[in-house]
């Protein structure tokens, strides 16, 4: 069975290694401070534990969504040029081209490297309240099958019905939750990803032996005081779920 390590980079972006197989999440690797102007504009706080040269060389990269500097910036654009693969929306893979293959909600796609093979399924997500896919433009979850295990990465998500069929479809064991109760001061009191709260509820839904929080800091969008992910988490059915990685040091789940 191969071993599975995790290095939170920041935000939604991480390293993971899965045997002889190395995935990138989300590529964001501006330094900070920075300022995005946009509708909505964005400002990163800090920057990334590890640089885009930090990198060794890249097999795998399961993007979200391209259309929000927070899950890919300029420098994570150039890691993408770098990697054999990359899996996203339909949409994202239409705008970057080269190495980019888009994968519809519950559609698969196998990867070998060395000895070691994944099955990488699209997941259902949606970024923001019903209603709001016009402007928030199209987002995708990830489930990844490997000997021995299976890993679920949320994406930017609130919670929805939807996401209930991944835990009827998989047994999830450790799952990445993009968290951070997002907030804009133009849109009022609507969420574009999972509060602590959420997540808490996604991983009973999940049934999830691990849930490793990402997502949460960084960035002045991220409102939410990352004290709640433990309050969330400390309920006596969720007791021992949650693992919080250490930015930049690679970890074994």
Known sequence: MPTLTATHIGTATVLLRI?????????????GPADYPAARPLRRLTGPALTADDLPPIHLVLLSHDQHHDNLDASGRRVLTRAATVLTTPEAAGRLGGTAVGLAPWQSRRITVGTTTVTVTATPARH????????????TGFVVEY???????SGDTVRHEA???????????TAFLHLGDAHFPSTGDRRFSLSAAEGAELARTLRARTVVPVHYESWEHLAEDPARIAEAFAAPDLA??????????????
Do not use: H, M
Request: net charge negative; glycine share 16%; charged share 25%.
């Open 19 to 31: 045997g002889d197989l190395t995935v990138l999440t989300d590529p964001a690797f501006d330094p």
């Open 128 to 139: 923001g309240p019903a209603g709001t896919e016009q402007v928030t433009g199209p987002v």
């Open 147 to 153: 000997d021995g295990g299976t890993l679920y990465l």
């Open 163 to 173: 996401l209930a069929e991944i835990g009827e479809r998989y047994a999830i064991d």
């Open 240 to 253: 021992g779920r949650l693992r919080r990685l250490t930015p930049g040091v690679p970890t074994r789940l």
